[in-house]
């Protein structure tokens, strides 16, 4: 990437009580496990400034690759198209980190009134000179929307790179209606980790430094409560579908086997280490 970050070291975003112990390296960067939560976050981490230029580069530039990852994106996003309208037919959404904004796009055809949070300078340009949609530079903290204004918030992987989850979360709290619907989708890398450690194999599964964190669904549920959320509820499958063969074969069949035993488990069982879903309500 040929970037240098400047550091700096933080308390638990969560808990804000210790830097952490340390908990597994990948090239310059650690995880590190809070001693009071168990939260698993990057410490050191890049300051925002460096964060703010690094995601100036993060997502791909030509035409080709935004084919490609709107292709990869295409079944998460089918299926939360599914799920908002089980929720509502049509209403006011906000999506934040919307990218190039292919997910709003296909919602206000459905008839939602969209608008999306991005700080991806790129994005934000292709999102509106493109599709033509209404689109707020980031962070969300900075776009100040209304109190109770929106029937349904979205976030696809973003919680992980966010350095205040809290803030966000309670942001998202702020600018949902009563009951109003908020739906993440994350990465829960932390389990196969542990897998592929225990059995030698060295790996960079948590893509550092632009996951600052790595939530369990046990964690996720735990910080919407504090914030104001309830009646929560947990989904996986929906698999990515990424360009490289490999890749793509491992998404399919550890999305769909993790979705398999879901079902049959009673929608009980959230196989560790694949990407999940988590829906919850504004009480
Ligand atoms: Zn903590």
Same mark, same amino acid.
């Given at each position: 990437m040929g970037m240098d970050f400047e550091m700096e070291e933080v308390e638990c975003?969560?808990?804000?009580?210790s830097g952490g112990e340390p908990f597994h390296i990948e090239g310059p960067f650690q995880m590190v496990r809070c001693s009071s939560c168990q939260f698993v976050f990057l410490n050191p981490r890049p300051t925002s400034d460096s964060l703010f230029r690094f995601y100036q580069q993060y997502l791909p530039e030509e035409g080709s690759s935004i084919e490609s990852w709107k292709k990869m994106m295409r079944p998460v996003f089918h299926r939360a198209t599914h799920l908002l309208q089980q929720y509502r037919r049509e209403g006011r959404l906000l999506d934040v980190g919307? +990218? %190039?904004g292919f997910f709003l796009a296909e919602m206000k055809k459905r008839g939602w009134d969209v608008t999306g949070v991005e700080i991806s300078q790129k994005a934000i340009d292709y999102a509106k000179d493109v599709l033509g949609l209404d689109i707020h530079p980031g962070p969300l903290e900075k776009a100040y929307f209304p109190n109770c204004y929106f029937d349904a918030v979205t976030g696809f992987y973003v919680i992980e790179h966010l350095p205040h989850p809290m803030d966000f979360l309670r942001e998202c709290h702020r600018i949902l209606k009563p009951g109003g619907l908020l739906l993440l989708r994350y990465p829960h890398t932390t389990p196969i980790k542990n897998l592929l450690q225990f059995f030698g194999i060295k790996n960079?599964?948590?893509? $550092?430094?632009?996951? $600052?964190s790595d939530f369990s669904p046990r964690m996720i549920q735990r910080c919407l409560e504090r914030v104001g959320f309830g009646n929560c509820d947990h989904l996986i499958g929906g698999y990515t579908l990424p360009s490289d063969f490999g890749k793509r074969t491992a998404s399919i069949f550890f999305g769909s086997f993790s979705e398999g035993l879901f079902y049959l488990s009673g929608k009980k %069982? $959230?196989?560790? +280490?694949v990407s999940k879903a988590i829906l919850a309500y504004k009480k």
């Open positions: 975003p969560i808990c804000k009580e919307t +990218g %190039f960079r599964l948590y893509d $550092l430094p632009a996951h $600052l %069982f $959230l196989f560790p +280490g």
